[in-house]
């Protein structure tokens, strides 16, 4: 509809509602003439129908302008006084000021508690705790590590969590209470800020905490980000020498001794990226290990422990592992802290050592001779294992890639032959330095694998093994375990067309994602960043265990294996765990626990996987079953480890 000049009409509603808009954005002193132009227009009409329609009320005109007064008066709180003029307008003046100041007091009020309550809100108030872990820095590791760090049932477990990161504080917390077990006996505290920036780093309280970890987040610039954060906590504790213990992760090679230098004497320096694959390159010959290890980095199980060393000082090693009916002993912690992982049995317990053991908890290990468990009779002869050339294939290409390579040069027996298939070119192979072996031959090929056609082409007769590996972030819209999972379902399409099952070890970035891998019961799904942030809590728990896991995660060294039961017990006889500890003992490895062959197949549960069993336990061994070992794998070449080979690394002995 149009006016008469052409103009359209604007509806009378419209306009009022405009001009009221218009009324209220002039000034305060307007929004409070309509305030009281809205309350008396209300409540004068209301008080005059309830003086008019009472019975009781005074007849003449006066008397009921008087009673209407009255109401409205203290419905507004103005005061009901009544007499002359002069009386009702102080009456109104002195009820105004009244309401006035009261009106303020509660805008006053109101107006604090909503600045606090966002300051709270924004995570910018001072934590003060004392024997705390802080937590820097948001990564994919985050909820792992404050989830097992939650689950930790050492006596000395923090009494609280405090995680700094330059996050909104509701969405971490959002985020921990979705990802994270609940524990009445913990608390978590989030702060939002840069972690950065000394001055909100102070906020946190590091000097008094138990223990810092750093993590880098998933941006190009990580590692920079975290060395950044190293200095900064320098500056706000000081050249001091007796500040809490730092865990910091980096990603590259590059950064690794700068974060050393920057952490301090008591810093450790992780380098996620060699992890990682040193993790891939170790499962590749040994099916199953994924499991293990993530049985072993957990603390809903067992896990490493530093136990009293008193009963064995001055006497071998040896006889300590058959004397803890309760727990699994793996090395010797000297005096000196120098971490001796696996070491022979005549090795003399010096005063003052520690044992590592495999226990429950803390306070679960005890000293028992368990020697008369051993029946001797049913421990097999030890006899050499034949071990022959390999041949894999390396589907995808990522940063860890080359690191992947580097480790299956230094584990792959010789004559073992690697293909790798990218979607573009990649540089070739690093050629060996001298004294170092020469390591399997590597061969590229660029094929176009986000095409369907050309994984259902693959012939995967040859090889023993296939390694998905998936792009890295930022290399294309999609996440990069989708193409993981596309490619593990054109594998298994092509099990199920040759009828033969080929072992698969894939990486993954998110757990949830995990129990979707169409894969088939021998191979590993590797969850890079879980398996590196439940490594982290482990440290964080105990620096004393970092070179553990060091040595564990080397390609040389002590490393945990899963061998043929029938290597270590005669097939199908009846004994004791503890007679499989000693067999280990005198094959020079460690027993730490089995894996059952008849659940050995199955996706549900532990997959037959128990980890220090009591070595009173007495069970049928088959040759099918497997143990658990810590043992340095004899069939692999050695390679020559340089000054920087560490991926655990500590700044200081």
Same mark, same amino acid.
């Given at each position: 509809?149009?006016?008469?000049?052409?103009?359209?009409?604007?509806?009378?509603?419209?306009?009022?509602?405009?001009?009221?808009?218009?009324?209220?954005?002039?000034?305060?002193?307007?929004?409070?003439?309509?305030?009281?132009?809205?309350?008396?227009?209300?409540?004068?009409?209301?008080?005059?129908?309830?003086?008019?329609?009472?019975?009781?009320?005074?007849?003449?005109?006066?008397?009921?302008?008087?009673?209407?007064?009255?109401?409205?008066?203290?419905?507004?709180?103005?005061?009901?006084?009544?007499?002359?003029?002069?009386?009702?307008?102080?009456?109104?003046v002195l009820g105004l000021v009244a309401l006035l100041c009261v009106s303020t007091l509660v805008g006053v009020i109101t107006t604090g508690l909503a600045e606090r309550m966002a300051e709270l809100s924004r995570g910018r108030s001072t934590v003060l705790e004392q024997g705390h872990v802080l937590v820097l820095g948001w990564s994919d590791q985050v909820t792992t590590v404050v989830g097992e760090l939650v689950a930790a049932r050492a006596p000395r477990r923090p009494r609280a969590i405090v995680l700094l990161a330059d996050r909104d504080k509701a969405e971490m917390e959002e985020a921990l209470t979705t990802r994270t077990a609940p524990a009445p006996r913990a608390?978590?505290?989030?702060?939002?800020?840069?972690?950065? &920036?000394?001055?909100?780093?102070?906020?946190?309280?590091?000097?008094? $905490?138990?223990?810092?970890?750093?993590?880098?987040? $998933?941006? @190009?610039?990580?590692? *920079?980000?975290?060395?950044?954060?190293?200095?900064?906590?320098?500056?706000?504790?000081?050249?001091?020498?007796?500040?809490?213990?730092?865990?910091?992760?980096?990603?590259?090679?590059?950064?690794?001794?700068?974060?050393?230098?920057?952490?301090?004497?008591?810093?450790?320096?992780?380098?996620?990226?060699?992890?990682?694959?040193?993790?891939?390159?170790?499962?590749?010959?040994?099916?199953?290990?994924?499991?293990?290890?993530?049985?072993?980095?957990?603390?809903?199980?067992?896990?490493?422990?530093?136990? &009293?060393?008193?009963?064995?000082?001055?006497?071998?090693?040896?006889?300590?592992?058959?004397?803890?009916?309760?727990?699994?002993?793996?090395?010797?912690?000297?005096?000196?802290?120098?971490?001796?992982?696996?070491?022979?049995?005549?090795?003399?317990?010096?005063?003052?050592?520690?044992?590592?053991?495999?226990?429950?908890?803390?306070?679960?290990?005890?000293?028992?001779?368990?020697?008369?468990?051993?029946?001797?009779?049913?421990?097999?002869?030890?006899?050499?294992?034949?071990?022959?050339?390999?041949?894999?294939?390396?589907?995808?290409?990522?940063?860890?890639?080359?690191?992947?390579?580097?480790?299956?040069?230094?584990?792959?027996?010789?004559?073992?032959?690697?293909?790798?298939?990218?979607?573009?070119?990649?540089?070739?192979?690093?050629?060996?330095?001298?004294?170092?072996? $020469?390591?399997?031959?590597?061969?590229?090929?660029?094929?176009?694998?986000?095409?369907?056609?050309? =994984?259902?082409?693959?012939?995967?007769?040859?090889?023993?093994?296939?390694?998905?590996?998936?792009?890295?972030?930022?290399?294309?819209?999609?996440?990069?375990?989708?193409?993981?999972?596309?490619?593990?379902?054109?594998?298994?399409?092509?099990?199920?067309?040759?009828?033969?099952?080929?072992?698969?070890?894939?990486?993954?970035?998110?757990?949830?994602?995990?129990?979707?891998?169409?894969?088939?019961?021998?191979?590993?799904?590797?969850?890079?960043?879980?398996?590196?942030?439940?490594?982290?809590?482990?440290? *964080?728990?105990?620096?004393?265990?970092?070179?553990?896991?060091?040595? =564990?995660?080397?390609?040389?060294?002590?490393?945990?294996?899963?061998? @043929?039961?029938?290597?270590?017990?005669?097939?199908?006889?009846?004994?004791?765990?503890?007679?499989?500890?000693?067999?280990?003992? &005198?094959?020079?490895?460690?027993?730490?626990?089995?894996?059952?062959?008849?659940?050995?197949?199955?996706?549900?549960?532990?997959?037959?996987?128990?980890?220090?069993?009591?070595?009173?336990?007495?069970?049928?061994?088959?040759?099918? &079953?497997?143990?658990?070992?810590?043992?340095?794998?004899?069939?692999?070449?050695?390679?020559?480890?340089?000054?920087?080979?560490?991926?655990?690394?500590?700044?200081?002995?």
């Amino acid at each position: 509809m149009e006016s008469a000049k052409g103009r359209p009409r604007v509806p009378l509603r419209d306009w009022a509602r405009y001009r009221f808009d218009r009324t209220l954005a002039r000034s305060t002193g307007t929004l409070m003439g309509w305030l009281v132009i809205t309350c008396l227009a209300v409540v004068v009409p209301v008080s005059l129908l309830l003086v008019w329609t009472d019975p009781g009320s005074p007849t003449s005109l006066p008397d009921r302008l008087i009673a209407t007064w009255r109401i409205s008066a203290e419905t507004l709180r103005l005061g009901a006084a009544t007499g002359t003029p002069l009386r009702l307008v102080l009456s109104a003046v002195l009820g105004l000021v009244a309401l006035l100041c009261v009106s303020t007091l509660v805008g006053v009020i109101t107006t604090g508690l909503a600045e606090r309550m966002a300051e709270l809100s924004r995570g910018r108030s001072t934590v003060l705790e004392q024997g705390h872990v802080l937590v820097l820095g948001w990564s994919d590791q985050v909820t792992t590590v404050v989830g097992e760090l939650v689950a930790a049932r050492a006596p000395r477990r923090p009494r609280a969590i405090v995680l700094l990161a330059d996050r909104d504080k509701a969405e971490m917390e959002e985020a921990l209470t979705t990802r994270t077990a609940p524990a009445p006996r913990a608390r978590i505290i989030c702060r939002s800020g840069p972690a950065s &920036d000394p001055d909100v780093l102070a906020l946190v309280s590091p000097r008094s $905490a138990s223990t810092v970890v750093v993590l880098p987040s $998933a941006e @190009p610039t990580a590692d *920079a980000e975290v060395l950044r954060i190293l200095l900064a906590l320098r500056a706000v504790l000081g050249e001091d020498t007796d500040g809490p213990p730092v865990l910091a992760a980096v990603r590259d090679d590059r950064y690794r001794a700068p974060a050393r230098l920057a952490a301090g004497p008591r810093g450790t320096v992780l380098e996620t990226d060699t992890v990682t694959a040193r993790l891939i390159a170790q499962c590749v010959g040994r099916p199953g290990l994924s499991l293990v290890l993530r049985d072993l980095l957990d603390f809903a199980g067992d896990e490493f422990h530093l136990a &009293d060393a008193t009963a064995f000082h001055h006497g071998p090693f040896g006889p300590a592992l058959l004397s803890h009916p309760d727990s699994c002993v793996v090395g010797l912690l000297t005096p000196e802290g120098r971490t001796l992982l696996n070491p022979p049995a005549d090795t003399v317990v010096r005063p003052g050592s520690r044992l590592i053991v495999l226990a429950r908890d803390d306070d679960s290990t005890r000293v028992e001779d368990c020697r008369h468990l051993v029946d001797a009779s049913a421990i097999a002869p030890s006899r050499a294992e034949p071990a022959g050339p390999s041949r894999l294939l390396l589907l995808g290409w990522n940063r860890r890639a080359p690191l992947v390579l580097d480790q299956l040069r230094s584990t792959a027996r010789p004559g073992s032959v690697v293909d790798v298939v990218a979607d573009s070119a990649v540089p070739g192979p690093r050629e060996p330095e001298g004294g170092e072996p $020469a390591g399997p031959d590597v061969r590229f090929r660029s094929a176009p694998l986000s095409r369907p056609e050309t =994984l259902l082409g693959l012939d995967l007769d040859p090889y023993d093994a296939v390694v998905v590996l998936g792009p890295d972030r930022g290399d294309g819209p999609d996440h990069p375990d989708d193409w993981t999972l596309v490619t593990l379902l054109a594998v298994r399409l092509l099990e199920q067309r040759t009828g033969r099952e080929t072992r698969v070890v894939t990486e993954l970035v998110d757990d949830r994602n995990r129990p979707l891998a169409p894969v088939n019961s021998g191979s590993d799904v590797i969850v890079s960043g879980m398996l590196v942030g439940l490594l982290m809590a482990q440290i *964080a728990q105990n620096r004393h265990l970092a070179p553990v896991f060091e040595e =564990l995660f080397s390609a040389e060294g002590n490393n945990v294996c899963l061998r @043929p039961a029938g290597a270590y017990i005669h097939p199908g006889a009846e004994a004791t765990f503890a007679g499989v500890v000693a067999a280990a003992r &005198d094959r020079g490895e460690c027993a730490i626990g089995y894996r059952r062959h008849d659940v050995a197949r199955t996706r549900t549960g532990d997959h037959g996987i128990r980890l220090n069993p009591p070595k009173g336990e007495r069970r049928v061994w088959y040759a099918e &079953d497997q143990v658990v070992v810590v043992a340095t794998d004899h069939h692999l070449p050695t390679a020559a480890a340089g000054p920087d080979a560490s991926a655990i690394a500590g700044s200081a002995p």
